[in-house]
């Protein structure tokens, strides 16, 4: 049967399909990028692959989909912020919501690291220590997504008053921020604009922490209102895009697009204006797709496939990271190739597919768990509707996050965890309904 006969196809499925392949897209290249090393036999370390290879670097132009994300949720939000922005309804009672829908999940994560952290100070934590790290470091989306997402309604007010001249001015800023991290003295100096901006400090370019992920949502509201779209549209962003990551990187700018290369040079610490050409590219990449998209998602299997994904979203992003520790000790055990040396050695894309498999296995038994448990709880819960509640709420979800990102498992879940159980308890209204 045809999915349009379906009472229940009221859902724009097309934003879900791109959310689902860009989670997939971040799950698989979290697992390329982590190279496990052995010594006779036993996991002692990790790398990741950007440290010692430096052509990954144009991977990243494809797995760096953080964008997209940001996009995409933009799009499905924007709507919903208008309404309540036009009947005067409270945004901080709304982002409540949003964040309490991150932190519930989290909790239960962080919840199961403290618990490994704990066994780990009794037995050396010989597998732990290696992945340490690794095992929080994918919170920096938590942190950067409910950031933006408090300031969706100056987005869509933005967009209301000032359509693409927004998108614009976001990026003109961007522009200013490095200009002024790099020093310019002159106008040859932006040939080296790269060169000039990664050499110095982090400096005023960290006001692009926040301003090069909110050209995005800017983006992301002014799709879901026709201010672009079409096929010839799609191309002439995506070869914009092209053109642009060209230009930036020829100045000096990192290739890699997610964490450093071979030099220490980072186009995420602080984000630089590099990172626009890889968003140009993926929004391009949107409207080409879109109508073949469209038709494919029409086929039932096709649309209960994103439906699913869309289910497992947030476990997913939590635990993928963690299948790497079960991973790990069954490749120990079975004396699988996952370390299978450097790239261009022999075998080493082979060890990177059965390193992938063993994380594929090892993840499945993981989600079943957390999916379980997560029906258990309570799923309505009310937002907490008083301003003072809601800041320390998100105060504590923030602290908590960032304190897990920086120290990794032990001692960052330890303490972190105490920071998300706080926000939990303080962004849900109280008492909660019986209903």
Known sequence: MNERTDPDNQRD??????????????????????????????????????????????????????????????????????RRLHHGHDQMH?????????????????????????ISLYTGGRLLEPFNHSLTVHLWFLIML??????????VEADRRYGLKAVFGLIALAALADFLRAGLRSPADLLQLGELVTESGGGIGWVNALIVWLIPQQLGI??????????????????????????????????????????????????????????????GLV????????????????????????????P??????????????????????????????????????VWIALCTVMVAPVLAAVVSFELTRKRDVAAATTTPAILAGGFALMAGLIVSLTTGALPGA??????????????????????
């Open 146 to 155: 409910i950031t933006v997402q408090a300031l969706l309604p100056l987005s």
């Open 94 to 118: 709304w982002w409540a919501g949003r964040a309490l829908g991150l932190a519930r999940p989290t909790v239960t994560y962080m919840a199961a690291l403290a618990v490994f952290a704990l």
């Open 222 to 283: 002014a799709w879901k209102r026709g201010r672009f779209a079409g096929t010839w549209t799609g191309l002439g962003l995506t070869l914009l895009g092209l053109a642009w990551l060209a230009g930036t990187t020829g100045s000096g700018y990192p290739t890699a697009m997610v964490g450093r290369d071979l030099e220490g040079h980072s186009n995420m610490l602080p984000p630089t204006l590099a990172l626009v050409g890889v968003m140009w590219i993926q929004v």
């Open 414 to 435: 330890l303490i972190g965890l105490a920071g998300i159980v706080a926000a939990s308890w303080l962004l849900r209204a109280h008492p909660q309904s019986s209903n």
């Open 316 to 353: 997913l992003y939590l635990w993928h990271k963690l299948a790497e520790l079960p991973a790990a000790w069954v490749g120990e055990r079975i004396g699988a190739p996952i370390d299978a040396g450097d790239p261009g050695e022999p075998g080493f894309w082979l060890g990177r597919l």
């Open 13 to 82: 499925r097309y934003p879900d399909a791109l959310r689902a392949g860009a989670l997939l897209v971040v799950v698989f290249g979290h697992w390329i990028a982590t190279l496990p090393r052995l010594e006779e036999g036993r996991v002692t370390a990790t790398e990741h692959m950007l440290d010692i290879w430096g052509p990954a670097g144009m991977l990243t132009w494809i797995v760096q989909v953080v964008p997209l994300f940001v996009f995409v949720s933009a799009a499905v939000s924007a709507d919903g912020v208008a």
């Open 287 to 314: 409207l080409l797709c879109e109508k073949p998209m469209r038709w494919l998602l029409d086929l039932r299997h096709a649309a209960r496939t994103v439906t699913f994904l869309g289910a497992l979203g947030m």
